[in-house]
């Protein structure tokens, strides 16, 4: 007859739908940041816009997710988590149409970043929803399938990209979003019910706290996407970084001077969250640049098209979708420490294989290190979100999820700033060290005539100058293709024309393998981060949500020792009648526990 009050925790009837329906408006979202870089180049001439220009559609889209997680999650634990997420595939749906009509690339720019916001709502609250429609001993899997279908975007979103518009034009990159937006908004209807676990956070919105977060990770996010351009050291970045360090500890005095915080400043104590949003920041600075170089070095160096790379890449995220959904039930049953330190310990070892490529690396030997980053994806993501997430009351997933999001954004944009940084510094060396080599190498050679060789040393000259203005972009053009072009030309098949041949090969060999060397250091750079991430990743636990309220027990236990010690004779069957009545005493001091900055 006890039978049902003892029966362990099922989860809501319709989990499974559940994570059916928020994993499509995820995947939706994640799809729209890998899709679009491949249609950039057929963008900037369809629209007739530059580069710089162009750019401005993949930072506009980044800067409003990193402005707007940590609010869309508070949005969602205050008025339901169901109505933010529907907010958000109605605003993602309807700003693909728009971005796909756009008539020129200001309106696109716009546009996109109305994408940004649905993309925010749709990724932040994603994860609360999952969390609360499982039971504990099953979240760890339910985040590892959550994690392995965001994966499948990440793969699916170069090769989709290049086929649509390959064979359509890049309006068809955002009209896709369109049908399956819909769909997503009728089943989100039907299947998510308006509560899950919990209740509402109660108080007003903190519409300060929300504008002081916003405007500090508005700034920093551009200061580190413009650094490049604008130039590390100009006025306009100091003055961006300067003001986002400021925003920071006012963002802290207010949110502990408000009775309704956007960020409970108190979820920084509970030690599973902190360790894992730690860690998935460095994650994200390990992953940032990563792909852009990696995308580079195969099509400048090697040669490839930007397709033929993207499905060379794809290696990474299929491996992690295998890895994922069995690293989730490996969490379960052992807990997120090891498998937070395994995933991040593989991305070391990626990257660090990757900073040892060469000018004569063949595909195959790309794809099976980057092998490597997807087994570390497959362990780490997973694990360090479900280990964030399990530790946190179901109130505050919400804001929890938000800023889970808003580190791993601003690691992933970070890692691109200093990567980026790192790449166009050491190509410009090398690029100097090629050019010495090769003028050497022509001066040398006696086939050449004298009055050629002042010629031919100046287009050398020109194109290595080229290379070093482009930030390595356009190392596969680094020679012209003719240096000898406009010169009197040798008789066919003489001596001459042979050495000259022989001259334009050995120069770009020089080129391809001075400028491969340029890649390395920025691997190492990701591979540090990569690294740091080991250690935060071993703090999160031996078990799913093992210091949960950790903000409170250490109050309660001090509290706890306190009536042990005023109890006569210390006797050990005393000591136990403590220890049962640890839950009750835990309760009493946990409402106290917030009010102690110390606890």
Same mark, same amino acid.
């Given at each position: 007859?006890?039978?049902?009050?003892?029966?362990?925790?099922?989860?809501?009837?319709?989990? /499974?739908?559940?994570?059916?329906?928020?994993?499509?408006?995820?995947?939706?979202?994640?799809?729209?940041?890998?899709?679009?870089?491949?249609?950039?180049?057929?963008?900037?001439?369809?629209?007739?816009? $530059?580069?710089?220009?162009?750019? /401005? =559609?993949?930072?506009?889209?980044?800067?409003?997710?990193?402005?707007?997680?940590?609010?869309?999650?508070?949005?969602?634990?205050?008025?339901?988590?169901?109505?933010?997420?529907?907010?958000?595939?109605?605003?993602?749906?309807?700003?693909?149409?728009?971005?796909?009509?756009?008539?020129?690339?200001?309106?696109?720019?716009?546009?996109?970043?109305? &994408?940004?916001?649905?993309?925010?709502?749709?990724?932040?609250?994603?994860?609360?929803?999952?969390?609360? @429609?499982?039971?504990?001993?099953?979240?760890?899997?339910? =985040?590892?399938?959550?994690?392995?279908?965001? $994966?499948? +975007? @990440?793969?699916? !979103?170069?090769?989709?990209?290049?086929?649509?518009?390959?064979?359509?034009?890049?309006?068809?990159?955002?009209?896709?979003?369109?049908?399956?937006?819909?769909?997503?908004?009728?089943? $989100?209807?039907?299947?998510?019910?308006?509560?899950?676990?919990? *209740?509402?956070?109660?108080?007003?919105?903190?519409?300060?706290?929300?504008?002081?977060?916003?405007? !500090?990770?508005?700034?920093?996010?551009?200061?580190?996407?413009?650094?490049?351009?604008?130039?590390?050291?100009?006025?306009?970045?100091?003055?961006?970084?300067?003001?986002?360090?400021?925003?920071?500890?006012?963002?802290?005095?207010?949110? +502990?001077?408000?009775?309704?915080?956007?960020?409970?400043?108190?979820?920084?104590?509970?030690?599973?969250?902190?360790?894992?949003?730690?860690?998935?920041?460095?994650?994200?600075?390990?992953?940032?640049?990563?792909?852009?170089?990696?995308?580079?070095?195969?099509?400048?160096?090697?040669?490839?098209?930007?397709?033929?790379?993207?499905?060379?890449?794809?290696?990474?995220?299929?491996?992690?979708?295998?890895?994922?959904?069995?690293?989730?039930?490996?969490?379960?049953?052992?807990?997120?420490?090891?498998?937070?330190?395994?995933?991040? +310990?593989?991305?070391?070892?990626?990257?660090? %294989?990757?900073?040892?490529?060469?000018?004569?690396?063949?595909?195959?030997?790309?794809?099976?290190?980057?092998?490597?980053?997807?087994?570390?994806?497959?362990?780490?993501?997973?694990?360090?979100?479900?280990?964030?997430? @399990?530790?946190?009351?179901?109130?505050?997933?919400?804001?929890?999820?938000?800023?889970?999001?808003?580190?791993?954004?601003?690691?992933?944009?970070?890692?691109?700033?200093?990567?980026?940084?790192?790449?166009?510094?050491?190509?410009?060396?090398?690029? &100097?060290?090629?050019?010495?080599?090769?003028?050497?190498?022509?001066?040398?050679?006696?086939?050449?005539?004298?009055?050629?060789?002042?010629?031919?040393?100046?287009?050398?000259?020109?194109?290595?100058?080229?290379?070093?203005?482009?930030?390595?972009?356009?190392?596969?053009?680094?020679?012209?293709?003719?240096?000898? &072009?406009?010169?009197?030309?040798?008789?066919?098949?003489?001596? &001459?024309?042979?050495?000259?041949?022989?001259?334009?090969?050995?120069?770009?060999?020089?080129?391809?393998?001075?400028?491969? *060397?340029?890649?390395?250091?920025?691997?190492?750079? +990701?591979?540090?981060?990569?690294?740091?991430?080991?250690?935060?990743? %071993?703090?999160?636990?031996?078990?799913?949500?093992?210091?949960?309220?950790?903000?409170?027990?250490?109050?309660?236990?001090?509290?706890?020792?306190?009536?042990?010690?005023?109890?006569?004779?210390?006797?050990?069957?005393?000591?136990?009648?403590?220890?049962?009545?640890?839950?009750?005493?835990?309760?009493?001091?946990?409402?106290?526990?917030?009010?102690?900055?110390?606890?």
């Amino acid at each position: 007859m006890n039978e049902p009050a003892h029966a362990p925790d099922q989860g809501h009837p319709r989990k /499974w739908w559940i994570l059916i329906a928020v994993s499509i408006g995820m995947f939706m979202a994640l799809l729209d940041v890998t899709i679009v870089n491949i249609a950039m180049p057929r963008i900037i001439t369809d629209l007739h816009t $530059t580069v710089t220009s162009a750019s /401005w =559609v993949l930072n506009a889209y980044s800067l409003v997710l990193a402005v707007s997680f940590l609010s869309m999650g508070r949005i969602g634990d205050k008025y339901g988590q169901k109505r933010v997420f529907i907010f958000g595939l109605v605003t993602f749906t309807l700003f693909s149409l728009l971005c796909g009509l756009a008539p020129n690339i200001d309106w696109l720019i716009a546009f996109r970043a109305g &994408q940004g916001l649905g993309g925010a709502a749709l990724l932040t609250i994603s994860l609360a929803i999952v969390l609360g @429609a499982f039971p504990r001993r099953q979240q760890g899997m339910a =985040v590892g399938l959550w994690g392995a279908l965001g $994966t499948a +975007a @990440a793969a699916v !979103g170069p090769t989709l990209g290049g086929l649509l518009v390959t064979y359509r034009n890049w309006h068809w990159i955002f009209f896709v979003n369109v049908p399956i937006g819909l769909a997503a908004i009728v089943f $989100t209807a039907l299947v998510i019910p308006a509560h899950i676990r919990g *209740k509402r956070v109660e108080g007003g919105i903190d519409i300060p706290g929300i504008l002081i977060a916003g405007v !500090g990770l508005f700034l920093l996010t551009l200061a580190l996407v413009q650094g490049n351009s604008w130039g590390w050291l100009s006025p306009a970045v100091v003055g961006m970084f300067a003001a986002a360090v400021v925003s920071f500890p006012v963002f802290l005095w207010w949110e +502990a001077r408000t009775s309704h915080p956007m960020f409970p400043l108190k979820l920084l104590r509970i030690r599973s969250f902190t360790a894992a949003n730690t860690a998935i920041c460095f994650v994200g600075m390990a992953m940032g640049g990563t792909f852009l170089l990696v995308v580079i070095f195969m099509v400048s160096v090697l040669g490839y098209s930007e397709l033929r790379a993207a499905v060379a890449l794809t290696v990474m995220p299929i491996v992690a979708l295998v890895i994922a959904p069995n690293a989730g039930r490996l969490v379960d049953r052992i807990g997120p420490r090891l498998p937070a330190a395994v995933g991040a +310990a593989f991305f070391t070892v990626g990257l660090v %294989l990757l900073a040892q490529l060469n000018g004569s690396t063949t595909v195959g030997q790309i794809m099976w290190r980057i092998a490597f980053i997807g087994v570390g994806m497959g362990f780490a993501m997973p694990t360090l979100s479900a280990a964030s997430m @399990a530790s946190l009351p179901p109130d505050v997933r919400g804001v929890g999820s938000g800023s889970l999001n808003t580190l791993r954004q601003v690691g992933f944009t970070l890692g691109v700033a200093v990567l980026v940084a790192i790449f166009a510094h050491t190509v410009a060396i090398n690029a &100097q060290t090629a050019t010495r080599q090769s003028v050497a190498y022509v001066m040398a050679q006696p086939q050449i005539p004298a009055a050629a060789k002042p010629l031919i040393v100046a287009k050398i000259e020109s194109a290595a100058a080229k290379l070093a203005h482009s930030g390595g972009g356009d190392a596969a053009t680094a020679m012209p293709a003719d240096p000898l &072009q406009g010169l009197p030309q040798a008789p066919a098949g003489s001596a &001459q024309a042979l050495g000259e041949q022989q001259m334009i090969a050995h120069v770009k060999a020089i080129y391809k393998d001075d400028i491969a *060397k340029s890649f390395k250091w920025p691997f190492y750079a +990701a591979a540090l981060a990569a690294l740091l991430a080991i250690i935060p990743g %071993l703090m999160t636990g031996s078990r799913l949500g093992e210091h949960e309220g950790h903000e409170k027990m250490n109050r309660a236990e001090r509290t706890e020792a306190t009536e042990a010690a005023a109890v006569a004779g210390g006797a050990r069957g005393g000591a136990r009648g403590d220890t049962s009545g640890g839950a009750a005493g835990g309760a009493a001091a946990a409402g106290g526990a917030t009010e102690a900055p110390g606890a």
